[in-house]
């Protein structure tokens, strides 16, 4: 069988259709890569790809025996993986459902509209790091998180001030749990959320930290975190988690985050007609 294969690879011919196949592959490769780097699943691959190699080599050197158990081996973990890996693999291909073929249009609320909600938010946040109030807030994007706030309180009021420090406020009975905001909404208080397996992830962080981060790597929510310990603020989106900000950084990043995407897109028809109105005058001119 490996000779066949190496005969196979020596007369191989390349043409558009296998150039195009190649390229495909790699770019899928790459965005798996991507997907599991810092996940338990990581390891898991590493492991594979050694098994891998050795089951090639035990062909071309022709250790039968060897190259039988590896083979086994290898169509166990193979089956083994949807079951080991369950959240891992969920977690990829909602981000494939994140894409932007299956992505609705920009968000259906005004820029203004998000800052008044924004404002209340800067106004709470404070309160909370003076005081250090622990507080764990979610803000729903195009990724729906109507699972998550049912295993909560509902309250769907206005967002206000007031009404995220009493939520907060240590003798609540909902500050331990997650508040998610949706379409501007206070949807709900007191939920729970997925915990990040990052196994990276600081030692110092506690639970609160784990369950932002953790929502973050199932969806494209931004999730602000105000630590009970230290009042440092953090914000994770994406996976990634970053502290240590102050109320300027923050309000710029969130609103980067809801609408740079939506600006470019605004400002992309505008900037072509300059082009070709510019390119009209300077034809004139001559």
Same mark, same amino acid.
């Given at each position: 069988?490996?000779?066949?294969?190496?005969?196979?690879?020596?007369?191989?011919?390349?043409?558009?259709?296998?150039?195009?196949?190649?390229?495909?592959?790699?770019?899928?490769?790459?965005?798996?890569?991507?997907?599991?780097?810092?996940?338990?699943?990581?390891?898991?691959?590493?492991?594979?790809?050694?098994?891998?190699?050795?089951?090639?080599?035990?062909?071309?050197?022709?250790?039968?025996?060897?190259?039988?158990?590896?083979?086994?081996?290898?169509?166990?973990?193979?089956?083994?993986?949807?079951?080991?890996?369950?959240?891992?693999?969920?977690?990829?291909?909602?981000?494939?459902?994140?894409?932007?073929?299956?992505?609705?249009?920009?968000?259906?609320?005004?820029?203004?509209?998000?800052?008044?909600?924004?404002?209340?938010?800067?106004?709470?946040?404070?309160?909370?790091?003076?005081?250090?109030?622990?507080?764990?807030?979610?803000?729903?994007?195009?990724?729906?998180?109507?699972?998550?706030?049912?295993?909560?309180?509902?309250?769907?009021?206005?967002?206000?001030?007031?009404?995220?420090?009493?939520?907060?406020?240590?003798?609540?009975?909902?500050?331990?749990?997650?508040?998610?905001?949706? %379409?501007?909404?206070?949807?709900?208080?007191?939920?729970?959320?997925?915990?990040?397996?990052?196994?990276?992830?600081?030692?110092?962080?506690?639970?609160?930290?784990?369950?932002?981060?953790?929502?973050?790597?199932?969806?494209?929510?931004?999730?602000?975190?105000?630590?009970?310990?230290?009042?440092?603020?953090?914000?994770?989106? %994406?996976?990634?988690?970053?502290?240590?900000?102050?109320?300027?950084?923050?309000?710029?990043?969130?609103?980067?985050?809801?609408?740079?995407?939506?600006?470019?897109?605004?400002?992309?028809?505008?900037?072509?007609?300059?082009?070709?109105?510019?390119?009209?005058?300077?034809?004139?001119?001559?």
């Amino acid at each position: 069988m490996w000779e066949q294969l190496l005969a196979g690879i020596i007369h191989f011919r390349l043409d558009w259709r296998d150039v195009l196949d190649i390229a495909i592959l790699t770019y899928i490769l790459y965005r798996l890569i991507i997907l599991i780097r810092g996940t338990r699943a990581e390891q898991l691959v590493k492991g594979l790809i050694v098994l891998f190699i050795a089951l090639v080599g035990s062909g071309l050197l022709g250790l039968r025996t060897i190259n039988w158990f590896l083979e086994g081996l290898m169509t166990i973990g193979l089956i083994a993986i949807p079951i080991v890996f369950q959240p891992e693999l969920r977690r990829a291909l909602e981000h494939i459902g994140r894409g932007k073929i299956f992505q609705r249009p920009a968000y259906e609320y005004e820029e203004e509209n998000f800052e008044i909600v924004l404002e209340e938010l800067l106004k709470a946040i404070p309160v909370l790091v003076k005081k250090k109030i622990g507080a764990l807030i979610v803000l729903e994007r195009k990724t729906g998180l109507k699972e998550f706030a049912e295993t909560g309180i509902k309250i769907e009021g206005l967002v206000t001030a007031e009404l995220l420090i009493n939520i907060f406020m240590p003798r609540s009975p909902l500050h331990d749990g997650a508040v998610i905001i949706r %379409d501007l909404i206070l949807s709900a208080a007191g939920c729970y959320l997925p915990l990040t397996e990052n196994p990276n992830l600081s030692k110092e962080l506690g639970t609160r930290h784990r369950a932002g981060l953790g929502i973050t790597e199932v969806s494209d929510a931004v999730v602000i975190i105000v630590s009970e310990e230290t009042g440092v603020i953090s914000l994770a989106h %994406d996976g990634k988690l970053t502290r240590y900000l102050d109320e300027k950084t923050l309000r710029s990043t969130l609103l980067n985050q809801y609408f740079s995407a939506a600006k470019q897109k605004r400002q992309v028809i505008p900037a072509i007609f300059a082009r070709r109105f510019n390119q009209q005058n300077a034809e004139e001119e001559k």
